[in-house]
């Protein structure tokens, strides 16, 4: 870790740490992950209880959701996947390519998979009632 973070811990005990993780925001744990090595970020990410965990993962940038999506366990990404919003969940899934999107997609009743799913209906619904619109005012 750099030491010229402006927003790191105070040391690197697993007391201090845990009280790190617990009472910063996770906007300010993201903006402290994206500036480590990749492999620090996950252990830290890790380290995290899981509901800190989703919440920081869902504010780093979806470049470093990806970059840290690519080298996180796949049960492990599946559980900070669930626990994310679903619009954060749609955002990373969207920028993903068709293999990582079937690993985000494990399971069958995936959160993922539902909210990917509400999202097109609610765009085939939008365009649909565009469509009407405007074939009826002309």
């Known amino acids: 870790m750099s030491s010229d973070t402006p927003f790191s811990p105070q040391d690197e005990t697993p007391e201090a740490l845990d009280r790190f993780y617990n009472q910063s925001r996770p906007i300010d744990l993201a903006s402290?992950?994206?500036?480590?090595?990749?492999?620090?970020?996950?252990?830290?990410?890790?380290?995290m209880p899981l509901p800190r965990q989703a919440a920081t993962f869902g504010a780093?940038?979806?470049?470093d959701q990806t970059a840290l999506a690519a080298v996180i366990p796949a049960?492990?990404?599946n559980v900070i996947v669930t626990l994310m919003s679903a619009d954060d969940r749609v955002d990373l899934f969207q920028c993903h390519g068709p293999i990582e999107q079937k690993r985000l997609l494990q399971t069958p009743?995936?959160?993922?998979?539902?909210?990917?799913?509400h999202w097109r209906k609610s765009q085939a619904n939008t365009l649909a009632s565009s469509l009407n619109a405007g074939a009826r005012a002309t």
């Open 32 to 47: 402290w992950l994206s500036e480590l090595p990749l492999d620090q970020a996950r252990r830290h990410l890790a380290a």
């Open 60 to 63: 780093l940038s979806l470049k």
């Open 75 to 77: 049960p492990s990404l």
């Open 109 to 117: 009743r995936s959160k993922v998979c539902r909210d990917i799913q």
